[in-house]
């Protein structure tokens, strides 16, 4: 079993930064894929960004070039750093691990969730 444990959310302005943390414990591997996905009340929830095992990175074409996802596989964490923030990234961030190298942009393609962290951006 695998525990993930989102933190770094919170209110900021538009056009601010904010980095997103994302820590596993329990059974965890290396090679597992991790992305970030998130969701706005009444909305599905929505593929941002993941990092596969090997290190191949993927992003939602609205967030290319303002967020950097990363991870640190000795510390078993995941990070997002947002930057330009903008009104309509205001949402719930999550973050999800597959037990697989493969990057998948389907939520249904992950088999570990975290709890999710609120990220508000207001103008």
């Known amino acids: 079993q695998v525990q993930l444990v989102e933190s770094g959310g919170g209110l900021v302005q538009a056009g601010d930064s904010l980095r997103l943390s994302c820590t596993a414990s329990g059974r965890t591997f290396s090679r597992y894929a991790m992305g970030w996905f998130r969701q706005v009340p009444g909305k599905e929830r929505v593929f941002v960004a993941v990092i596969s095992g090997s290190g191949i990175i993927n992003y939602l074409e609205s967030v290319k070039g303002r967020f950097t996802i990363s991870r640190d596989i000795a510390k078993n964490t995941v990070y997002l750093q947002m930057s330009s923030l903008k009104l309509e990234d205001t949402a719930v961030y999550y973050c999800?691990?597959?037990?697989?190298?493969?990057?998948?942009?389907?939520?249904?393609?992950?088999?570990?969730w975290g709890q999710g962290t609120q990220v508000t951006v207001s103008s």
């Open positions: 999800a691990a597959r037990s697989g190298a493969w990057a998948y942009d389907s939520p249904s393609e992950y088999d570990y």
